[in-house]
């Protein structure tokens, strides 16, 4: 008997997947999230209706399309990118898609400016909230939000210099207090954290 799991881990927006694989392929941009991080992302926005989601670090599109289709349509997601090139792959996927925000600019710029208890689920697939920020990052949830980041565990792409500056984020989380938290050796090695209600 076959047990795939991995069926489970499918996206139904095929044709929105296939046109951002082609776009980034064209591009040469290679820190795309994986199909497993992104159902993942996608049943996670299904347990917030109604909510108000961050994702930061758009590249192209691929996180966001798995975040689009877990979330209702009184759902609104905001994704931040620096790097206007990558990002407008994105645009072009999600160009009617009217639940979605898509804001060019400096994440720790962009982060500096929000107010705390704004965000349901923040995906951290950047620096910014994950590598600077974290603090602030982590209120920015409101009671109950999800706090998501991938790519911990090392990469065959890691660069020498990036090993320790990752192994400190993952001490930064796992000190973190009155949170309650989990790590998944699975895709590219994933942290889910909510912080515990005050009070």
Not at 15 to 25: A, L, N, P, S
Not at 84 to 113: C, H, M, P, W, Y
Not at 158 to 167: F, I, N
Not at 173 to 188: D, F, I, Y
């Amino acid at each position: 008997m076959d047990f795939n799991l991995d069926e489970f881990n499918t996206s139904k927006v095929n044709e929105v997947i296939r046109f951002i694989t082609h776009k980034t392929k064209e591009l040469g941009f290679d820190m795309a999230s994986r199909p497993e991080t992104g159902a993942l992302l996608r049943v996670l926005a299904a347990s917030k209706p109604n909510g108000t989601f961050l994702e930061i670090g758009t590249g192209t599109g691929f996180g966001t399309a798995w975040l689009l289709e877990g979330m209702d349509n009184n759902s609104k997601l905001i994704s931040i990118e620096s790097d206007s090139t990558v990002q407008s792959v994105a645009k072009q996927a999600f160009i009617k898609d009217k639940r979605l925000q898509l804001i060019t600019e400096n994440g720790d710029d962009f982060l500096k400016q929000q107010l705390p208890n704004t965000y349901d689920l923040i995906f951290a697939d950047a620096f910014p909230g994950k590598y600077n920020l974290l603090s602030e990052t982590l209120n920015l949830l409101k009671p109950g939000g999800f706090y998501i980041v991938d790519d911990m565990l090392p990469q065959s792409d890691w660069p020498e210099d990036h090993y320790p500056l990752a192994k400190q984020v993952l001490n930064n989380l796992k000190n973190l207090n009155n949170v309650t938290s989990v790590g998944l050796h699975w895709s590219s090695g994933l942290i889910i954290i909510v912080p515990k209600t005050k009070g």
